[in-house]
């Protein structure tokens, strides 16, 4: 499932020690567009907590999973994004889009390659 919309709020890292060792939790806020717009908190988790940094401001489309688990009684949702990619990049984030192609062909008919 994927989610587009306006980073507007990243929440305190998190981090602990559990059974598995050390775990991380980057906790945000994202704005989806639209006459009547909805924030959700979405979370990364472990190693994507350092591959993909995100900033206020920013316009993503975050691929998500979206799960509940009941917990004494009561039910929390988790939305987990595992994959960002931030408007105008192929999902990297490192790599500019491709500049326009401005190639117009000769249009007299010839083509002056040797093969």
Excluded: H
Excluded at 57 to 82: F, L, M, P, Q
């Amino acid at each position: 499932m994927e989610i587009s919309g306006k980073v507007i709020s990243l929440l305190p890292l998190q981090s602990g020690q559990g059974k598995n060792g050390t775990w991380k939790k980057q906790e945000f806020i994202l704005e989806t567009p639209g006459q009547y717009p909805k924030k959700v908190c979405m979370n990364l988790w472990g190693d994507k907590v350092d591959e993909i940094k995100i900033a206020v401001g920013e316009k993503i489309t975050a691929s998500i999973n979206i799960e509940s688990r009941e917990y004494n009684g009561r039910w929390y949702t988790d939305v987990r994004a595992w994959k960002i990619q931030k408007d105008g990049t192929s999902g990297s984030g490192d790599v500019p889009p491709p500049a326009e192609d401005n190639f117009v062909p000769d249009s007299s008919g010839t083509d002056d390659l040797p093969f």
